[in-house]
């Protein structure tokens, strides 16, 4: 699997939230309501593109649930729909790594970014998150072998 290290800028991001351990539905009904209404959020940015980010307190490894967020990103904050929340994730530099096929596989990517690649080169999570990119032009849904997730997981060196 190749990764790349690459810096992104900060980023604004609206969307919906959900309290999770990744079992049940609640992130595909997240993904439901910000795509019943993400038109309604002003300044997307790109339209073709999704996230999904994940953020992990201090306490995952015992409590194994964190707070999944679906989202778009925004050239600003402002005129936030009553449903939604907003999230300022500051400039950083990430592993990258691009995952293709179906969905229910891509722990095999962040098990090997976590346990792996981080120790082998020489870095440590710069953050208790990371960021799931999906290109509408890449992605064509969770069950095709064809789609692709850009996954982005915020480091630094040790």
């Known amino acids: 699997m190749q990764i790349e290290v690459v810096k992104l800028p900060a980023m604004n991001f609206i969307g919906c939230?959900?309290?999770t351990d990744g079992s049940?539905?609640?992130i595909p009904e997240i993904w439901d309501v910000l795509?019943?209404?993400y038109?309604?959020?002003e300044n997307n940015i790109n339209p073709n593109k999704m996230f999904g980010i994940e953020f992990y307190s201090s306490d995952f490894d015992e409590r194994e649930r964190w707070n999944y967020m679906a989202c778009v990103?925004?050239?600003k904050i402002n005129d936030i729909p009553s449903h939604f929340i907003a999230k300022t994730i500051p400039e950083a530099e990430y592993a990258k790594a691009v995952f293709k096929g179906k969905y229910e596989n891509i722990d095999k990517v962040y098990d090997y970014l976590y346990n792996e690649w981080l120790?082998?080169?020489g870095y440590i999570p710069g953050?208790?998150?990371d960021i799931e990119i999906y290109d509408m032009d890449k992605f064509f849904g969770s069950e095709d072998e064809k789609s692709e997730i850009e996954i982005y997981i915020p480091i630094?060196?040790?």
Do not use: V
């Open 17 to 19: 939230s959900t309290f």
């Open 24 to 26: 049940g539905d609640e």
């Open 35 to 37: 795509l019943q209404d």
């Open 39 to 41: 038109e309604k959020i």
């Open 73 to 75: 990103e925004t050239d």
């Open 119 to 121: 120790e082998k080169n």
């Open 127 to 129: 953050d208790w998150y």
């Open 156 to 158: 630094i060196k040790k």
